[in-house]
């Protein structure tokens, strides 16, 4: 079983690769406008995808830990 402190780590750590790949990722979309590459821009798109997933993960863990808590 994991304690509190763990899963706390875990999602901050899932937040800041979340917003990481977010913030990589508008910046290879915006990039890639300029220069007219449709790849880098698909890629990009899926970097910010992939990025809010995880931060919306993040903050649902933190969640189900403070229902499960309460028993």
Same mark, same amino acid.
């Given at each position: 079983? +994991? ?5 706390? *780590?875990?999602? $901050?750590?899932?937040? %800041? ?5 977010? *913030?990589?990722? *508008? $910046?290879? *979309?915006?990039? /890639?406008?300029?220069? #007219? ?8 798109? %899926?970097?910010? %995808?992939? #990025?809010?997933? $995880?931060?919306?993960? /993040?903050?649902? +863990? #933190?969640?189900?830990? +403070?229902? +499960? /808590?309460?028993?």
């Amino acid at each position: 079983m +994991a304690n509190g402190q763990v899963k706390n *780590v875990g999602g $901050l750590l899932l937040r %800041v690769l979340g917003v990481l790949l977010v *913030v990589v990722g *508008v $910046l290879g *979309v915006l990039a /890639s406008l300029t220069q #007219g590459n449709v790849v880098g821009i698909v890629l990009g798109v %899926v970097l910010v %995808v992939g #990025g809010a997933v $995880l931060v919306k993960r /993040s903050g649902r +863990a #933190g969640r189900s830990g +403070a229902v +499960a /808590s309460t028993r």
